[in-house]
């Protein structure tokens, strides 16, 4: 069974401080992997995702990950914060082998200071 | 404008009471998921559906029933068998693929009161 751990619950940093949340995941086979966002009151929001290809991939508002297979990780990141990053990030991946059924993990709460 | 609604937004149950949520998707998306989300432990699968007239269980079904007679639609029954069912249900959507993730509604928070 896949499954993911994301490592920090909650992180605080100021407006312009980089950011980078921790992913890692647990199965052998290909998998797809996600970052979803969710701002206060909305709805969960698909920042990036891999599949093949490039294992660093950029996203929308400034966001990039990186997929390091030997060490199955796939870390979010963000050079420049903004306050308007104050959200709750969840890093989700799938498989051909499991019904493309997403696993998440339990998410990172970011809260950015003005 | 193509995606998910889900309602109602919110909802209040009284204990012993079953209770259905709705949620309809208009992206002609074959598949269809029910998650619930809970502080701290992310989201977890309840359901999913990948065809019409089919669905399979997830990590957390108990307590749950669901049906799918449209591709458009897949709402989720909360049973008074659910002992904890209090919390934030999330319906989405996607492809049969699964390469582009998921589309999600804006959820229904659920009470019992």
């Known amino acids: 069974a896949q499954s993911v751990s994301q490592h920090n619950h909650h992180v605080i940093l100021s407006e312009a401080a980089s950011l980078e949340l921790g992913c890692n995941y647990s199965?052998?086979?290909?998998?797809?992997l996600f970052w979803y966002v969710q701002y206060p009151g909305q709805h969960l929001q698909l920042l990036l995702k891999?599949?093949?290809?490039?294992?660093l991939v950029k996203g929308i508002k400034g966001f990039e990950a990186e997929f390091i297979k030997s060490k199955f990780s796939f870390n979010l990141r963000k050079p420049s914060v903004q306050w308007s990053d104050t959200a709750e990030y969840f890093c989700?991946?799938?498989?051909?082998?499991?019904?493309?059924?997403?696993?998440f993990g339990a998410g990172t709460t970011v809260t950015v200071r003005a | 404008d193509g995606g998910i609604t889900q309602s109602p937004k919110y909802l209040f149950r009284k204990e012993g009471q079953n209770v259905t949520l709705s949620c309809e998707q208009n992206?002609?998306?074959?598949?269809m998921y029910w998650y619930r989300q809970d502080p701290g432990q992310g989201l977890r699968l309840i359901y999913y559906?990948?065809?019409?007239?089919?669905?399979q269980k997830g990590d957390i079904a108990e307590g749950y029933s669901v049906s799918r007679e449209k591709k458009e639609s897949f709402p989720l029954t909360v049973t008074s068998a659910q002992k904890n069912p209090t919390a934030f249900y999330l319906c989405?959507?996607?492809?049969?693929?699964?390469?582009?993730?998921?589309?999600f509604g804006s959820g229904t928070r659920l009470t019992v009161v």
């Open positions: 989405a959507s996607s492809s049969t693929s699964g390469h582009y993730g998921y589309t």
């Open positions: 199965y052998g086979g290909t998998v797809n």
């Open positions: 891999y599949f093949s290809g490039d294992p």
């Open positions: 989700a991946v799938n498989s051909r082998s499991n019904d493309y059924k997403l696993s």
């Open positions: 992206l002609n998306h074959d598949a």
């Open positions: 559906s990948q065809i019409v007239n089919d669905f």
